[in-house]
């Protein structure tokens, strides 16, 4: 079946720093590629999307690229913020009528002024 | 516009007694999903509907869970005789169809607590 995995974390950085937080997939046909983040006491939040292979998504200064040789869609982000503490979720929808996320286990960021 | 609205936010309940969960999905949306986000087992898919019939129900965990939804809007997730392994954050998302191209808007959850 399919499935997503994380790098495990959490993760803390210094405001400014360079961020990548690593997402592999592994799935049947063509998924679509997800990165949904979950601020402090706020629900789930689609972050970036992307449908196919080459496809890069970007928002918010953050982007990932869908890389099908790699099976990965690994989230980067050039200066962070103390704004981006948050959890992070990569997540796959199946292609077809398959129509249900499939989440990695998320990672907990945390970034110091 | 008003975003996915569920209820209650949170509910505690003593282990044994029958729950039940509310969504509330966008107005327009004809898919609702429900998630359950737990400390051992991250976000798992529980149930998908398309209008009022669930194409999709492979996610529930036992017998004990069931969901329904009427008139193509709010759906109601129930949780028999519940147990403590039930303790999680209830999520519900809703989308234009479900097309590929069709983001899941989340709402803040129900967070259920089993004692």
């Known amino acids: 079946g399919d499935s997503v995995t994380q790098m495990e974390g959490p993760v803390t950085l210094s405001e400014e720093a360079f961020l990548t937080i690593n997402c592999t997939y592994t799935?049947?046909?063509?998924?679509?590629l997800f990165w949904y983040v979950q601020y402090p006491g706020e629900g789930l939040q689609l972050l970036l999307k992307?449908?196919?292979?080459?496809d890069k998504g970007s928002n918010k200064g953050f982007e990932a690229t869908y890389r099908k040789e790699t099976t990965s869609f690994h989230l980067e982000k050039g200066s962070v913020q103390v704004s981006d503490s948050a959890v992070y979720f990569c997540?796959?929808?199946?292609?077809?009528?398959?129509?249900?996320?499939?989440f990695g286990k998320g990672i907990t960021l945390s970034v110091r002024p | 516009g008003a975003g996915v609205s569920q209820s209650p936010s949170n509910k505690v309940t003593e282990k044994g007694k029958d729950v039940e969960l509310r969504c509330d999905p966008i107005s327009g949306h004809t898919a609702l999903y429900w998630y359950r986000q737990s400390l051992g087992q991250g976000l798992e898919f529980l149930i998908y509907f398309q209008g009022n019939s669930a194409p999709d129900k492979s996610g529930l965990p036992s017998d004990r869970f069931s969901a329904e939804r009427t008139g193509g809007s709010v759906s109601t997730l129930t949780i028999q005789r519940t147990q403590q392994e039930d303790s999680a954050v209830y999520l519900c998302?809703?989308?234009?169809?479900?097309?590929?191209?069709?983001?899941?808007?989340f709402g803040d959850g129900t967070r259920l607590s089993i004692l």
């Open positions: 799935a049947t046909g063509y998924p679509s």
């Open positions: 992307a449908t196919k292979a080459d």
């Open positions: 998302a809703s989308s234009y169809f479900h097309g590929e191209n069709q983001p899941q808007h």
């Open positions: 997540a796959l929808r199946g292609g077809g009528a398959n129509s249900k996320l499939t």
